[in-house]
């Protein structure tokens, strides 16, 4: 079984540390997660097709989690987790 980092939170702090992660090639897969239905999907797919072009392995999987811990058996075995999420700033 290969090196596996999670983040938690797909905003922008979260998609560009996925993104980081992932291009330096130090761990086999980066999960992304969020509550927002269909983002770490996106960014995901987005970043797995930027692979050939940036030159990197690793595999990235989005999975969108829920309020009752749906989704969340998507870290299971990390090695890391890092947690970026939290409350949007209002004006």
Known sequence: MGKKVTVVGAGFYGSTTAQRLAEYDVFDTVVITDIVEGKPAGLALDLNQSRAVEGFETKVVGVTTGPNG???E?????DVVVITAGL???P
């Open 70 to 72: 749906e989704g969340y």
């Open 74 to 78: 998507a870290i299971e075995g990390s």
């Open 88 to 90: 949007p700033r209002k």
